[in-house]
């Protein structure tokens, strides 16, 4: 790993061509891309904040008494993936990247206040670096709000990566929930407080960019819809760590005496929240029990008058994930707005049948067979679903294997292997490059 500043001597060590540079903020499919490039010998640089190695101070820091689960929320999320080599990567902006992270679970008001400035110092260090050490590359891979800079200075094939629905998309759709369920308002994005320079970075991104990967169709459509050539645009799902997240046994399962649902996510409206409680409320009873695991967005007020209804775990470590999905019976996720959701993999890896909308997981959830594609907006779907699956647990079995079988197609390797593919179909001058079918199996 180097740590020498941009043009210092540590970063002339690296002997072989300039193939291709990734530039990342947050993304976590770019950390394999990135291990799937360096295993494919194509990665000269990885920029991104900073990365857990599993380094040896990092092993003593996480086994510290009491520290674990701070540990769990900073440090411990920004694990890399195997493959990935110390020698190409750049951590960029380390300071101020890991003092977001843990004011963003400060209680006092005011040291959350400086998160957004902490993340957009951070987002602009990294673009500095990128853009320094990628100008001569032959690719590069840059992530939403950090490929800007890059990309103007770059001769070679410009890759941009975006893990979300079109901003001027979500822009739009966000205003009109706010106004179907005010409510909840608080707890949706406000584009009031987004920086005025944000909107145009992100159309000059996408300007730039040669290609486009977006993680479903449903995002692909949404920049369909605002205008950008569809050719840009590959879809490349993303994936789960499929050893990780496995199946409960059948003795476990046979001891249960409720019917567990869990939902893991912000506590935004942009996740359908609203829509789940609303589900909930009329579904509940005796035997019945909601798990809800995720930060809050915005205020707390919406969630008040329905606390009764559930049970809430604001944070978790990524990797204590795992038994929370083990101990559910159904994968709850409403979402009305997303990219790919990663809980939704690791639902379905864990051998949970989902309830969830077209709208970001719809490409992976096949309706009927793996669980349930219900329409954003209508808890009573989710309720009529909920009900079927509550008297049908052999039904609800089959489900979950077939939802563990559908996500051993969508692995993190899987992804790697489609994302390089498509990195050498450009390099080899293919104007349209050829990949697998990213929505169907991989297998057949």
Known sequence: MSNDPPGSSGEQAVMHPNEVTIINYTAPELNHLAAGADEARLLTHYVRPYANLERGWERVLSALPGASTLYGRTFGRRRMPQ???????????????????????FPAAKARALVPQLHWRTQKRIAQVGAHLGADSKVIVASYLVAEPAFRCSEGIKVLNYPIAHHRFIQQFVAEEAERVPEFAETLPDWAAVPSWIEPRLDAECALADRILVGSSFVRDSFVAEGVPEQKLVVIPYGANVSTFCPASESDRRTRHQFRLLFVGQMSQRKGISYLLRAYAAFHGPGT??????GLYGSEEALTPHRHLFEYIPHIPHAELAGQYR?????????????????????????????????????????????FVVPIRDPDAI????????????????????????????????????????????????SNPTIPD???SPMS
């Open 83 to 105: 493959g990935l080599r110390r020698d190409h990567l750049h951590e960029a902006a380390i300071a101020t990247d890991l003092l977001g992270a843990f004011l963003r679970h």
């Open 289 to 294: 029990r909601l798990t809800l695991i995720g």
């Open 327 to 371: 101990n559910a019976d159904v994968f709850v996720f409403p979402t009305l707005i997303e990219g790919m959701p990663l809980v939704v993999l690791e639902a379905m890896a864990s051998g949970l049948p989902v309830i969830t909308t077209p709208n970001g997981p719809g490409d992976i959830v096949r309706d009927g067979v793996d669980g």
């Open 383 to 430: 309720v009529e679903k909920l009900e079927y699956l509550r008297a049908n647990p052999e039904r609800r079995r089959e489900m979950g294997a077939s939802a563990r079988q559908r996500a051993l197609e969508f692995s993190w390797m899987t992804y790697r292997q489609r994302s390089i593919a498509t990195l050498r179909s450009l390099m080899d001058g293919q």
């Open 438 to 440: 990213a929505t169907a």
